[in-house]
């Protein structure tokens, strides 16, 4: 049971997100429930789910009266019996607001555990400061609208209430008896704060304080690694979801800041009406798919009048529609006019972008007005209209209604390298094709020329808007043409041009797939080298998808027909992967590749975990005690959870026993210890499957090959074996 009473509605929705381990496509099902207000919370006291999440509205109200407020919301939910659980405080992750207030309004019903870190935002607490992109707060502009300076430290701003808390630094919270200093910290001092740089942190964290009983304060960070610790019920509770409504999309953006302008601009060039307010501006009501943006400068002196003349004209203008709202002030506002205090969160689009459905229907997409790149808007807006055109039930996200088949997007990697040509063969695959229907992201011209020199001028490669308007054929090859390459760009060389072309394919694809248009990616390979010239400095394919699609951690599986491999760490160098191989990563990459398993058909997987020293360590003999601080207790962690897992292992036995049967798949720590073998056993069947993302993803197992691009050389047995291995999973 976990309940989350958070200060503002984006907060709030953003911790249901991270606690609840929402999909990027919507679910059926109704994971929990978020309410608007005490008043609400008060009202479902009797029927409350096992995740709950309640916006008190706190952030811009006086301190005393937001402490009064949160002590109200403390009682009912203590009342309900949900004190058993965990309780979140959900504060502003640069602690705007009354955070000093609040946590002192919580520590007079428990000890609080203060740390405000989100590690995936890049936003860290290093000796109790917080820190944006290794930046201390006070030197960012981001307190730019703020009264007053910003607090140099936690300690710093808890002293502006009184309180002198106790302090938990990196260095103890990695040492061997972290949970009993904090547990006495927490008893002796009441309110203690917390650095936290990783994940990892924020889980050594929450489960200390949970197991003493403490309130956790703190940002989108603690509340996922509260969600990773809980063992929240599966299944639907609470009442069925509501039916989605027909209607238009009203988008409201109550920020005047570039980035702001830019989102709005974009949804403007994919055809969205968009309408400027400002003091005496017009909006129109008729129905109509349209967005709607505060168009006046910044003043701290006026922005509370401002604000509500803005609301009260854009949530008259969206009467009857959808919503996706920005900023939490004004989405709480919009909601509060249209009398929306009743929440079921469904998906969440990218981080911090989440999509609820309310009881008259009625889709609401709320995100906090700083998150998200250029083309957030227009992503979470095709997520809402993925939604719409079936007003009885929630569909199935990226099935084409006319097709009995997943659609699978194939993007179309380095225009030079033998990509293209593979995707020529694997996409007009009678065996493919009786499993998906796939829409490459690419460019036509290049495929065409592809088809051409593999000798398959049969094929018509057909240019489509939208996933929804591909056709499967033998003879057929539906692409979305980006036109990004030029015509006579050759084969086999390295170029930026084609790197830039890589990155828009596989971007695109992430924006379908997590708005639901398709229902998994397929990758043709990318040139890290073109990628980096282009300006896009990933790693690979791995790391660019996680940053993408808003993933927080991901692991790579490599899978032959006789071996399947995942990694604990990949793209780093020996040194700096046996540095970051701790117990937590290790239990996670074990539960990942328990889960990608079991959605692969396998029901009980059998796991074997490589150490990393020869022989184990032969009890000590080699290297520093890797196997038993870093792995075995990662190990026995999934064992208790029920997971079939056995280690640590020397590796080279251990990939003997798996190719032999013994095992369903082998856990590497490193890059090379599993690729070696994999590569050895069968590149040209092999498959690259990213485990942890929001969306399926599957890739060939080899690169460009740009030694052979363009001359009928290259073997696309690979791209078929990961576009069936797609759809299986897609299908399952």
Avoid at 417 to 427: L, M, T
Wanted: charged share 20%; hydrophobic share 50%; glycine share 10%.
């Amino acid at each position: 049971m976990i309940t989350i009473l958070a200060d503002d509605l984006s907060g709030a929705q953003e911790a249901f997100a991270a606690a609840g381990s929402l999909p990027a496509v919507a679910s059926p099902r109704s994971s929990g429930l978020l309410l608007l207000g005490a008043d609400a919370l008060a009202r479902e006291e009797a029927r409350l789910p096992a995740l709950l999440a309640v916006d008190l509205d706190l952030r811009h109200r006086q301190p005393a009266a937001a402490a009064d407020a949160l002590r109200g919301a403390l009682g009912t939910a203590l009342g309900a019996g949900r004190g058993q659980g965990a309780l979140v405080l959900k504060i502003d992750s640069i602690l705007r607001g009354p955070v000093a207030s609040l946590v002192a309004a919580a520590a007079e019903h428990a000890p609080v555990l203060l740390c405000p870190a989100v590690p995936s935002l890049g936003r860290t607490v290093v000796d109790a400061q917080v820190r944006v992109d290794g930046t201390p707060l006070e030197e960012t502009g981001l307190w730019a609208l703020e009264p007053g300076a910003p607090p140099r430290s936690l300690v710093d701003l808890l002293a502006r209430e009184g309180r002198r808390p106790g302090s938990i630094g990196l260095a103890a919270l990695r040492g061997p008896d972290a949970a009993s200093q904090l547990a006495a910290r927490l008893r002796r001092d009441r309110v203690v704060v917390a650095d936290a740089e990783t994940d990892a942190d924020c889980d050594v964290l929450a489960a200390a304080a949970l197991s003493a009983g403490a309130v956790i304060a703190g940002a989108g960070g603690m509340a996922a690694a509260v969600g990773r610790g809980a063992a929240l019920p599966s299944g639907a509770p609470g009442d069925p979801l509501p039916a989605v409504a027909p209607g238009p999309l009203a988008v409201i953006v109550g920020s005047a800041a570039e980035a702001a302008r830019a989102q709005v601009a974009a949804l403007a060039e994919a055809g969205c009406e968009v309408h400027a307010w400002h003091p005496g501006a017009h909006l129109p009501h008729e129905p109509a798919d349209r967005a709607i943006l505060l168009d006046a400068p910044p003043d701290p002196a006026r922005a509370g009048a401002l604000g509500e003349a803005f609301t009260a004209a854009a949530a008259a203008a969206a009467a009857g529609h959808h919503l996706v709202l920005t900023g939490g002030q004004t989405a709480r506002a919009v909601l509060a006019r249209r009398g929306i205090d009743r929440l079921h969160p469904i998906a969440q689009v990218h981080h911090g972008a989440v999509l609820a459905l309310a009881e008259d229907g009625l889709l609401v997409a709320t995100r906090p007005g700083s998150f998200g790149d250029r083309d957030s808007l227009r992503g979470i807006r095709d997520a809402v209209a993925a939604l719409r055109p079936d007003p009885d039930r929630i569909p199935v996200p990226g099935r084409n209604p006319a097709m009995s088949a997943p659609v699978i997007a194939v993007t179309m990697g380095d225009a030079a390298g033998v990509g293209p040509e593979v995707i020529v063969s694997a996409c007009t695959d009678p065996e493919i094709l009786a499993l998906c229907t796939p829409v490459v992201i690419g460019d036509a011209r290049r495929l065409r020329r592809a088809a051409q020199s593999i000798g398959r001028e049969d094929v018509e490669v057909r240019a489509v808007a939208e996933p929804a308007q591909a056709v499967g054929g033998t003879g057929v090859l539906s692409v979305i043409d980006l036109d990004l390459i030029p015509e006579d760009l050759p084969f086999g060389e390295l170029s930026a041009v084609a790197g830039e072309g890589s990155y828009r394919f596989i971007e695109r694809a992430a924006r379908l797939a997590l708005a639901g248009q398709v229902q998994a990616i397929c990758t043709a390979p990318l040139n890290k080298e073109a990628l980096h010239a282009a300006g896009h400095v990933y790693p690979g394919h791995t790391e660019l998808l996680a940053a993408l699609t808003g993933a927080e951690e991901v692991s790579m599986m490599l899978a032959t027909p006789n071996l399947r491999v995942i990694h604990v760490t990949t793209h780093v160098g020996l040194l700096d992967a046996v540095a970051r191989i701790e117990p937590g990563l290790v239990e996670r990459t074990i539960r990942r590749g328990h889960e990608a398993l079991v959605r692969a058909g396998v029901p009980a997987p059998r796991i074997g975990v490589c150490a990393i020293n020869p022989h184990a360590g032969e009890g000590g003999l080699f290297g520093y005690g890797e196997e038993a601080e870093k792995i075995a207790p990662g190990v026995e962690a999934a064992r208790a959870d029920g997971i079939d897992a056995t280690g640590p292992l020397p590796a080279d036995t251990l990939f003997y026993l798996a190719t032999r049967g013994d095992y369903d798949l082998v856990v590497a720590m490193y890059h090379d210890q599993g690729h070696g073998p994999i590569k050895a056993l069968g590149i040209e069947a092999g498959v690259n499957i990213t485990v942890g993302l929001p969306v399926i993803r599957t890739s060939v197992d080899h690169g460009t090959a740009f030694d052979i691009a363009g001359r009928n050389l290259a073997d696309p047995r690979s791209m078929v074996e990961a576009m069936r291995q797609a759809a299986a999973m897609a299908t399952r």
